[in-house]
């Protein structure tokens, strides 16, 4: 497929992402900054750092977001509705990475910028709370993605690692196709379009595409997992992704990573950010996790 004819696809294919209308959940008055932070990054473009830090009270720490995309679709108002939210419940100063969007920027781009972005923020934690210093790496669907290749990128280069992994309907197996992964109840997301996102993300020819464990996490060693940060993965019963992310939660284990994983019943991809049905029970248990 030519490059035309993959931005003719992504176009269209975000066009009906945007037609979509979910309820916006019921929302908790925030009083919070908001402020953006450019980060460079080596050979290719800066990444933008959106930063929403509570307004009166102290920050107790940072989360570092990583927002469900397919690694292709933009920002949607249920995205700004969950960071917001989570400032309230926490009282955490949350920062939303803004990394770049495929077909226009294929891997390894995103990974690249995620990975300066979480740089960024461990060198000038202090900018962004001032108490203590706890910073928790969150990442939703392809965002759990880019937040597991910061901790994989931060261990090879000898780097502090985050101090928690928060994982909600991780993607983490690309070197699969998505018609030989298990479809709980004919349910998740639509094969054709599944690998329409991975040939967004795949179209650098120059890369290698397989067995490399910074496009598939799951494929990572035990050497490259072991003293990962605590993680907490949550997978929803009806999601084709759910059985690659609570594998991973296995191979964390083997690695004498400490790691609890939650699958929630009745729910879909999605379904936290969007809080819907069980997504309610996701997003507090989420919120327990990083208060403690």
């Given at each position: 497929?030519?490059?035309?004819?993959?931005?003719?696809?992504?176009?269209?294919?975000?066009?009906?992402n945007d037609s979509q209308v979910f309820p916006l959940p019921e929302q908790q008055q925030t009083n919070l900054t908001q402020t953006k932070v450019i980060v460079n990054v080596s050979n290719q473009d800066p990444v933008a750092l959106l930063v929403y830090k509570p307004a009166y009270l102290p920050s107790q720490g940072v989360i570092l977001n990583f927002r469900g995309s397919g690694f292709m679709h933009h920002w949607t108002r249920h995205d700004h509705a969950f960071v917001k939210s989570l400032v309230f419940a926490t009282n955490y100063t949350v920062i939303d990475v803004d990394y770049p969007l495929a077909p226009e920027h294929p891997f390894p781009s995103a990974v690249n910028a995620?990975?300066?972005?979480?740089s960024y923020v461990q060198e000038h934690y202090k900018d962004f709370s001032s108490i203590g210093q706890k910073l928790v790496v969150m990442g939703h669907s392809s965002g759990g993605n880019l937040a597991v290749t910061t901790q994989l990128l931060a261990k090879r280069k000898q780097l502090k690692l985050a101090d928690k992994l928060l994982l909600d309907f991780p993607v983490l197996d690309l070197d699969t196709d998505a018609a030989k992964k298990n479809y709980p109840n004919g349910q998740g997301i639509p094969v054709e379009e599944s690998r329409l996102m991975n040939s967004?993300?795949?179209?650098?020819s120059t890369q290698k595409l397989t067995g490399n464990c910074l496009i598939s996490p799951i494929l990572a060693t035990q050497d490259e997992l072991r003293n990962f940060p605590e993680t907490e993965i949550h997978t929803a019963e009806f999601d084709s992704l759910r059985d690659e992310a609570e594998n991973f939660a296995q191979h964390l284990t083997?690695?004498?990573v400490r790691v609890t994983v939650c699958r929630y019943p009745d729910s879909y991809h999605g379904f936290t950010v969007v809080k819907m049905g069980t997504g309610e029970k996701s997003?507090?248990?989420?919120?327990k996790s990083i208060l403690n």
């Open positions: 497929m030519s490059k035309e004819e993959l931005l003719a696809q992504a176009k269209k294919l975000r066009e009906r995620s990975f300066a972005a979480f967004f993300y795949l179209s650098d083997e690695a004498f997003f507090a248990d989420f919120v």
